[in-house]
């Protein structure tokens, strides 16, 4: 996509989603929100859906509710995300946990399913819980970590996995955005060869759901696993979700290690022993946070009605001008992203060895990017929820905070 203007008001003007921006709490303003990659502003309507849960649903029904709807609802909440966002048709995707513990749960799952082989390849600039999660999996259960060594303003390519796999490896952990510098794998690629040499893969979806279009079932992916409170706006802690592909469930592979009585085969008969259900409920352990997945909800909702591809056609917009507003007036920062939008997702990062003191400088004036280590300040513009002229803003800031 070539941007033809620097100009945010005609950009944001010409913006066919800019109507849904009137949508969120605090997006008309005064503060410059350029961190929805970590957490995503609230729906208004969420604030509406809370009340009447707890007054009506959680106040009315009371324990009747497990039996009318929150009994299924991390299978039904699942798959309505899984058809919006994620390319995966029923029965694969399940609400519940943080990310952390499904990445326990999906990595103890995967490294069993492959049994005799004893590597798990995981790049060193993946998110650290990926890595500590691996890292912790791997003494466990005898394993070894195969540590990857990618471009730090890339990420994991083709040619860096095909060096490290063989009849060894059991499992290659890779983030489909990177979340330093928004390199956005080519996740069919690497699947194809995670299979070709007996692996099984596990996607990191943090960074990419709600911003990127994903195609799991067509990838081909076995498990993946992604949060709902960055491009999905669920708020501070709602639950991450978690896909199974259907063939490792078909055969009963797939065998998470957390056993409780909410993933069991019949929760209700308080059986002797674990047995754990059929489909993608034996994902889950414990009693689900229904409450958490209230703002998650409306958002699937949202993303439904403005549609994947459109959302991430806006993305791409937005990314697109910061670039071309950072080359004009930036020419001191360096673009620790890639500039080609076919393999960058939703966030841009800009180096320089004062971005520390500078996102500090800005979050005083209201204006809100983040710093990741060593000298990294994002950008992350949630698509739904971003303006042009917020990207403006941003941008001049930093310009005025570097030169102040
Ligand atoms: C945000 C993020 C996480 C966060 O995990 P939590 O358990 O929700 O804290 C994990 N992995 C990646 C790649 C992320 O971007």
Redo the contacts with the bound molecule.
């Keep these: 996509m070539t941007q033809t203007s620097l100009d945010a008001a005609a950009l944001d003007a010409a913006d066919p989603l800019a109507a849904h921006r009137d949508r969120f709490v605090g997006a008309a303003g005064p503060v410059v929100y350029l961190d929805g990659?970590?957490l995503g502003r609230p729906l208004r309507s969420t604030a509406a859906r809370m009340t009447a849960f707890v007054e009506e649903e959680w106040g009315g029904r009371l324990i009747r509710g497990w039996d009318e709807r929150w009994f299924e609802q991390p299978l039904t909440l699942g798959d309505r995300l899984a058809e919006v966002a994620l390319g995966a048709g029923p029965g694969q995707t399940a609400v519940g946990d943080?990310?952390?513990?499904?990445?326990y749960k999906m990595v103890r799952a995967a490294v069993a399913a492959r049994p005799g082989r004893r590597e798990i390849v995981v790049d060193r600039d993946?998110?650290?819980?990926?890595r500590y999660v691996v890292e912790g999996v791997a003494r466990e259960c005898g394993l070894t970590v195969r540590w990857l060594d990618v471009d730090p303003d890339g990420g994991m390519t083709t040619d860096d996995l095909a060096a490290v796999l063989g009849p060894d490896t059991a499992l290659v952990v890779v983030?489909h955005?990177?979340?330093k510098s928004g390199y956005l794998a080519d996740v069919a690629a690497l699947t194809r060869l995670a299979h070709d040499a007996g692996a099984w893969i596990l996607v990191?979806?943090?960074?990419s759901t709600g911003a990127v279009p994903v195609a799991l079932d067509a990838w081909e992916v076995d498990v993946a696993?992604g949060?709902t409170?960055?491009y999905l706006n669920g708020g501070p802690?709602a639950p991450?979700f978690g896909y199974v592909a259907a063939r490792h469930l078909a055969d009963g592979t797939f065998a998470q290690p957390v056993q409780g009585w909410m993933g069991a085969a019949d929760s209700f008969t308080m059986g002797p022993s674990y047995a754990p259900a059929t489909g993608i409920r034996r994902l889950l352990s414990g009693t689900p946070p229904i409450v958490g997945m209230l703002g998650l909800a409306d958002m699937v909702e949202l993303v439904a009605e403005a549609g994947i591809e459109a959302v991430r056609a806006k993305s791409v917009a937005l990314t697109e001008y910061a670039i071309a507003l950072v080359d004009r007036d930036l020419p001191d920062v360096r673009l620790a992203s890639p500039r080609d939008p076919a393999v960058r997702g939703g966030h841009v990062t800009l180096a320089h060895p004062r971005m520390r003191e500078v996102t500090a400088v800005l979050w005083e004036r209201d204006v809100i990017p983040d710093f990741r280590m060593p000298d990294g300040l994002r950008l992350g513009l949630s698509p739904l929820s971003t303006s042009f002229a917020e990207v403006a803003e941003g941008v001049a800031a930093i310009r005025t905070a570097l030169d102040g």
Excluded at 98 to 103: E, R
Excluded at 126 to 130: G, K
Excluded at 204 to 207: F, Q, R, T
Aim: proline share 4%.
């Design positions: 990659n970590s943080s990310t952390t513990v499904l990445l993946n998110f650290p819980t990926d983030s955005v990177a979340y990191d979806l943090c960074h696993v949060c409170y960055k802690g991450a």
